[in-house]
């Protein structure tokens, strides 16, 4: 990666352009041609330096609810837990960690009750009834930018 990859990535993190050709517009802050933003982009997706590229909206602007789960799955069914949750399309983050609770993510959707019923749809797919429904009380992060 270099320096003008990491100007990429910093412009791209908070300043993405809202535009018809939002890689063009980033090539000309770099002196760059829309294809050469397209590539470069592209290796570091392929790196794994670039996960995704897309919107983060405050759900609750948007009237929408939003909850933390944490999912105490058994070793022999986490693939498959994984995969289901990921099949929903208000799930935006999903990672496994150390202990009881192995599973963790986030889960948006119009209101409390389809949570609801998505959290027992997912308990009635996969077996695993042990899923903890954490709603924010109150929000901290704001916005979190990585300067490269």
């Not at 890689?23 to 670039?50: P, Y």
């Not at 069914?77 to 192995?102: A, C, D, L, M, W």
Request: neutral net charge; charged residues 30%.
């Amino acid at each position: 990666m270099d320096e003008i990859d990491r100007g990429i990535l910093n412009e791209i993190q908070s300043d993405f352009p809202i535009v018809v050709r939002p890689f063009e517009e980033i090539g000309k802050r770099f002196g760059l041609e829309e294809e050469e933003v397209i590539r470069r982009i592209g290796a570091l997706k392929k790196e794994g330096v670039v996960r995704r590229i897309g919107g983060n909206f405050n759900s609750r602007r948007l009237d929408f609810a939003s909850t933390l789960c944490a999912a105490r799955v058994p070793e022999d069914k986490v693939e498959q837990f994984v995969s289901v949750v990921n099949g929903y399309p208000g799930v935006t983050h999903n990672y496994r960690r150390i202990g009881p609770y192995n599973v963790w993510f986030t889960l948006i959707a119009r209101d409390k009750d389809l949570i609801t019923e998505i959290l027992s749809e997912i308990a009635s797919r996969t077996g695993v009834k042990d899923i903890l429904d954490l709603p924010a009380l109150k929000t901290f992060k704001i916005k979190v930018d990585f300067e490269l």
